[in-house]
Structures are given as structure tokens and as C-alpha cells.
């Protein structure tokens, strides 16, 4: 009676995501068909025990990421070689910021079109991570937001970002 899925450990992101070995179907979130208990005792539910802490320990959040020349990898899915300065890439971070405000959907729009990461597919969507998972700015700045809530720029290796906490 076994559904097929499995949670495997993304190489990628270092998340963990659901896997069904069946139908070959990827999802970073949890099959509506499944209790919480099926879940628990799926193959490779170790790796969802970062977030077993009553919710604490994971979040969901979204960014919107402009790289710049001294990013650990200054290329894209848009530039192969990014030639911007950090402070050319806040400035054009300001100006999203401004055309954001607090609008989810305007967010999502901006980081489907203008984001370096290849979550600008998502929406900037970079599913569910723990602490440890992320870079130490980035990850003290999305743990600190309420959900719903945006950060300021946010300043990692790999470029500048704001940040959406979505859950």
C-alpha cells in the first residue's frame, strides 16, 4: 500500500523535497493525499526534521536577487557576465523596491523578470529552507521577517536581494 512518494535532499538547494518514484512527480510541497503521519514515515522523512520543531525551525521565502561583478558567480539565466557594481545593483534593487511597496503580485512580477536566480521562474519562490541552509545574512534576514513581510537589501555572496517571507 505504498504511495510511491519519498523525500529526497535537493543537491541544489539543500531542501528537501517530495519525490514519487511512480509517477516520477518532483514537489517541494507536501502531497495534499498525505496525513501528517504518512508523511513522518515516508523514506528519507529524516530529512524534514529541521522543521519538526513546531514550525520554527523552517520557513518559505521568496527574493528577488540582482547579482553584481563581485558576486561569487557574477552570470546569470539574463547576463553571462554581469560588469555591474554592488552599488549599481542596490540602486536598481531601490527602484523595484519602490515599484513594490507591500504588493505580493508586483513582487512575483519583478522577480519573475528582472531576478539573477533561477527562482525568478518561481515567482522568486525558493521554497522551504531551515537554519543553516542559506547564506548567514540572507537566512538572519528571512527568519526575522513576519510572513508577509518584506526586508530591506539584503547583502549575501551572491549578490544583493529583498527578501518576501511567505510562510
Request: net charge neutral; aromatic share 8%.
Amino acid at each position: 500500500m505504498s504511495s510511491g512518494w519519498e523525500i529526497r535532499m535537493s543537491n541544489s538547494k539543500g531542501i528537501p523535497y517530495y519525490f514519487n518514484a511512480v509517477s516520477k512527480q518532483s514537489s517541494w510541497d507536501a502531497p495534499s493525499e498525505l496525513s501528517e503521519d504518512q508523511i513522518k514515515s515516508l523514506p528519507g522523512s529524516k530529512y524534514l526534521s529541521a522543521g519538526s520543531s513546531g514550525g520554527a525551525g523552517t520557513i518559505t521565502a521568496s527574493h528577488l536577487l540582482i547579482k553584481h561583478k563581485d558576486s561569487r558567480r557574477p552570470s546569470s539565466w539574463k547576463e553571462t557576465n554581469i560588469t555591474r557594481t554592488k552599488e549599481e545593483a542596490i540602486d536598481i534593487l531601490r527602484e523595484y523596491q519602490a515599484q513594490v511597496g507591500n504588493s505580493r503580485e508586483k513582487f512575483e512580477e519583478l522577480a519573475s523578470i528582472h531576478s539573477d536566480c533561477s527562482s525568478h521562474s518561481q515567482k522568486g519562490n525558493l521554497g522551504p529552507f531551515s537554519k543553516g541552509q542559506m547564506q548567514k545574512p540572507f537566512e538572519d534576514a528571512a527568519f526575522a521577517l513576519q510572513v508577509g513581510e518584506f526586508s530591506d537589501i539584503i547583502s549575501t555572496d551572491s549578490g544583493v536581494h529583498i527578501i518576501l517571507r511567505t510562510a
